[in-house]
Nanobody
Framework: QVQLVESGGGLVQAGGSLRLSCAASGRTSGGITMAWFRQAPGKEREFVAAITVPPMPWTPGSIYYGDSVKGRFTISRNNAKNTVPLQMDSLKPEDTAVYYC?????????????????????WGQGTQVTVSS
């Protein structure tokens, strides 16, 4: 079992920045993929970013971004704290949504299916991000 807790949401003006964080606890020794998705009112859940942490230490991880956030958002991993921050810069009103942290554990190499919410077996409760124009 893996537990996920998001933090860092809030209200920001367009052009500003916010930093979300997802803290993972529980069983992650088999490697993990952690991702951020978002869902705006009346819209489907959208892939934002993901980072893979394979269980084999000699295998490098990978990072993926959704097209709408490339160049503006940065996902990373803090191994010491077991957290996954999402730095969001140059925010736009269309970034307004509930942001969810998700995890796939144990790690599986799923290629481009990493953008599909059905591949994740653990979810956080979500945190609201509102960008005003």
């Amino acid at each position: 079992q893996v537990q996920l807790v998001e933090s860092g949401g809030g209200l920001v003006q367009a052009g500003g920045s916010l930093r979300l964080s997802c803290a993972a606890s529980g069983r992650t020794s088999g490697g993990i993929t952690m991702a951020w998705f978002r869902q705006a009112p009346g819209k489907e859940r959208e892939f934002v970013a993901a980072i893979t942490v394979p269980p084999m230490p000699w295998t490098p991880g990978s990072i993926y971004y959704g097209d709408s956030v490339k160049g503006r958002f940065t996902i990373s991993r803090n191994n010491a704290k077991n957290t996954v921050p999402l730095q969001m810069d140059s925010l736009k009103p269309e970034d307004t949504a509930v942001y969810y942290c998700a995890a796939q554990s144990p790690y599986r190499n799923i290629g481009q299916r990493i953008t599909m919410e059905g591949e994740y077996n653990y979810w956080g409760q979500g945190t609201q991000v509102t960008v005003s124009s």
